[in-house]
T-cell receptor
Framework: AQKVTQAQTEISVVEKEDVTLDCVYE???????LFWYKQPPSGELVFLIR??????QNEISGRYSWNFQKSTSSFNFTITASQVVDSAVYFC????????FGAGTRLFVKA | EAGVAQSPRYKIIEKRQSVAFWCNPI?????LYWYQQILGQGPKLLIQ????????DSQLPKDRFSAERLKGVDSTLKIQPAKLEDSAVYLC???????????FGQGTRLTVV
């Protein structure tokens, strides 16, 4: 069985602070895929990033960066210099051919 | 490139009535998903199609929900009869394959009264 855990229910930061969203994906599979999605107040889910289990290289894209550590099953997502427009619910997904959503982390960025 | 299209955007029905939702995926995407998202929760997969075959429908309440994907393109999700607890947003998504990123439509907000 697979499990996606997002332990942080809500996070509140002040604009320009850095914020890290945690995700733990547990599975017995050796090959799997991890995703982060953003759901702003408008409701539409927006794809952010995708990682493969066999590639642990961490990357940066603009203000977004992610840290994947297979040994701890963690796939954390960091927003640098947060902005009010980053306020949304962030979902982590994990799986092989079938993926499951975590419960989500609601991020509030205050001006 | 056109995104995933869903209709209607909103629907209000009385309990025990039936309702249908329509989804047109991104052209060329073989995999299509229907999710149910109850307020304050993460999306729950109802059914996953690969072309016009069902890959996973383990969480679809088959006594009242049905879905089909005609010719491996468009899909419809039906609820008959609806219950109050079916009030949710129904999201359609599509992807090239089961392990690639999915792109979501705007969803249909269903209210059952």
């Amino acid at each position: 069985a697979q499990k996606v855990t997002q332990a942080q229910t809500e996070i509140s930061v002040v604009e320009k602070e850095d914020v890290t969203l945690d995700c733990v994906y547990e599975t017995r599979d050796t090959t799997y895929y991890l995703f982060w999605y953003k759901q702003p107040p408008s409701g539409e889910l927006v794809f952010l990033i995708r990682r493969n289990s066999f590639d642990e290289q961490n990357e940066i894209s603009g203000r977004y960066s992610w840290n994947f550590q297979k040994s701890t099953s963690s796939f954390n997502f960091t927003i640098t210099a947060s902005q009010v427009v980053d306020s949304a619910v962030y979902f982590c997904l994990g799986g092989g051919f079938k993926t499951i959503f975590g419960a989500g982390t609601r991020l509030f960025v205050k001006a | 490139e056109a995104g995933v299209a869903q209709s209607p955007r909103y629907k209000i029905i009385e309990k025990r009535q039936s309702v249908a939702f329509w989804c047109n995926p991104i052209s060329g995407h073989a995999t299509l998903y229907w999710y149910q998202q109850i307020l304050g929760q993460g999306p729950k997969l109802l059914i996953q199609f690969q072309n016009n075959g069902v890959v996973d429908d383990s969480q679809l309440p088959k006594d009242r929900f049905s879905a089909e994907r005609l010719k491996g393109v468009d899909s419809t999700l039906k609820i008959q009869p609806a219950k109050l607890e079916d009030s949710a947003v129904y999201l359609c998504a599509s992807s090239y394959g089961g392990n690639t990123e999915a792109f979501f439509g705007q969803g249909t907000r269903l209210t059952v009264v």
